[in-house]
């Protein structure tokens, strides 16, 4: 299940507002276990990421209803929606990729390879800095977070939507 919580600023209080299933009979779940949640921009769809069975849980929030399980990258843990809403990215813990799809229909639109466990995502909608010798014109950039390495790894994004690696930050205490 994937609860939903109000929060009150004022206080910082949260407090139950439901719960929607994950699969498709949560009496018998399997194995099932849902890590990261995604909602689409127009507020009406949620994307769980079921890290153990390899799938994305497409819930409606209108009905409340899970509408889709649709398979995917083997241990997705991290969701991120892309600019636009049609596409979004899974991060795999297992296969040391980024995984993109098509948001409508579950497909697989990429595989862009980065380090062990890839975690988290961060998007950031501003260009890259490249010098006047890199005739490639960023319009974002893409910060993977990969656990095992103590690297987050950047990519700078395309307006054509296309991933190239620009540079890999230590991130480690020591050398």
Do not use: M
Not at 40 to 64: C, F, M, R, T
Not at 102 to 111: E, S
Not at 134 to 155: E, G
Request: net charge negative; hydrophobic share 40%.
């Amino acid at each position: 299940r994937v609860y939903h919580f109000n929060f009150n600023p004022q206080t910082g209080e949260l407090s139950a507002a439901g719960e929607f299933a994950a699969v498709n009979d949560p009496n018998s779940p399997g194995h099932s276990f849902i890590g990261d949640v995604a909602v689409s921009p127009d507020g009406h769809l949620l994307y769980a990421a079921d890290l153990l069975e390899n799938q994305i849980a497409v819930i409606n929030l209108q009905s409340g209803r899970l509408i889709e399980r649709w398979k995917c990258c083997r241990r997705p843990f991290r969701i991120l929606i892309l600019p636009g809403g049609k596409q979004f990215l899974v991060s795999s813990w297992a296969d040391a990729s980024l995984y993109q799809y098509d948001a409508t229909t579950g497909t697989q639109v990429a595989q862009i390879r980065v380090a062990p466990h890839p975690t988290d995502l961060f998007w950031l909608n501003k260009p890259a800095s490249t010098d006047n010798s890199d005739r490639v014109t960023y319009s974002a950039r893409l910060f993977v977070a990969a656990a095992n390495t103590n690297n987050v790894y950047v990519y700078g994004v395309t307006a054509a939507g296309e991933f190239n690696k620009l540079e890999v930050i230590n991130t480690s205490l020591t050398p």
